[in-house]
């Protein structure tokens, strides 16, 4: 109870700036309109607008807590409405990539720490990787991705992918591209982290490079890893979400985005990008959830 003070502290101030720059920023529309209409107005009628408004600059908080009720629990689940299904269609690509960029950040990393021609040239070019932006670099590959797998050609009719399945690979690699790299960056720190008594005594007991790595490198870089793939899975996510934005995606968080961007309804861009957030948060929780329980399996103290 305690701890949930200073959390519900700093959320009650912000819903009070919320609030009051919701008036700010809706006022100019609202004064205009009074103006136009020669509308009678006073403060109490201005604040009231403001936060009421059908397309406001900033919606207020109970107007966006208001569109995430009606589009998740009075909406049916399968309804293209629902943003419960617009958040599955997202939560796909991003488990898929943050899996494929998790288990490719993982290679790399032993690539990296026991090869060091590996080291010398990879490892710039990773790093050098994130510097293209994202928004840029995600159209084309999602494009390309997408046409590898549907065209005419010997990919495509190997695995006879449908146009559903070939979306979902598209966007989960821009989810790829933005996991695989704190990946690469932890688990390259933690299986560096051996102190050299540790690796010398190993090689007293004339231990072979797999069991050094079993033995030793892989459980002690454990905490590496977990703390990495919480900033990868929110990565991930953040992949998938732009990935459903070069495309005119009709299904995803992306795409409810889009939506409400065409038609200027801000409600339910912030209605999507809460859903996001709570998406973000419950990824990141399950990930320290798997790490307490690993870490509890290795007799670990909590």
């Keep these: 109870m305690k701890h949930a003070v200073p959390i519900v502290v700093v959320v009650l101030a912000l819903l009070v700036v919320w609030y009051i720059g919701a008036v700010f ?8 309109t009074y103006a136009r209409n020669h509308v009678d107005w006073n403060w109490q009628k201005l604040v ?7 397309r406001p600059s900033l919606p207020a908080p109970h107007q966006v ?11 049916a689940v399968n309804s293209k409405r629902s943003l419960l299904y617009h ?5 796909s690509a991003t488990l898929l990539g943050f899996v494929i960029g998790t288990l490719l950040g993982i290679l790399l990393a032993v690539l990296i720490v026991h090869n060091e021609a590996s080291d010398r040239s990879l490892m ?9 932006p994202i928004v840029a670099l995600a159209p084309v590959l999602v494009v390309v991705t ?23 690979i598209s966007k989960a690699l821009v989810s790829t591209y933005l996991s695989f790299f704190p990946v690469v960056v932890g688990m390259v720190k933690g299986f560096r982290s051996p102190e050299l008594i540790q690796l010398d005594l190993l090689r007293t007991y004339n231990a072979s490079r797999p069991q050094t790595f079993w033995k030793l490198r892989f459980p002690i870089a454990l905490p590496y890893l977990f ?19 070069p495309t005119g995606a009709t299904a995803g968080i992306g795409a409810r985005l889009l939506t409400g961007s065409y038609y200027g309804q801000t ?5 999507a990008l809460l859903m996001g957030a709570l998406l973000a948060g419950i990824l990141v929780f399950a990930v320290g959830l798997a790490e307490r329980l690993v870490v509890a399996r290795m007799g670990a103290r909590p």
Aim: no cysteine; charged share 10%; glycine share 6%.
């Design 227 to 245: 703390t990495s793939m919480k900033v990868a899975v929110a990565a991930s996510l953040v992949g998938a979400i732009v990935g459903e934005l």
């Design 65 to 75: 807590l208001g569109e995430f009720w009606k589009t998740t629990v009075e909406t």
């Design 267 to 271: 409600v339910q861009i912030w209605a």
């Design 146 to 168: 997408y046409n590898v797998l549907t065209g005419d050609n010997m990919l495509s009719h190997a695995f006879h992918l449908s146009a559903d399945s070939a979306h979902l």
């Design 124 to 132: 710039p070019w990773i790093i050098m990787s994130q510097a293209i």
């Design 25 to 32: 920023l809706n006022a100019p529309f609202l004064l205009d």
């Design 48 to 54: 009231l607008d403001a936060w009421s408004g059908d």
């Design 87 to 91: 958040a599955w269609v997202t939560l």
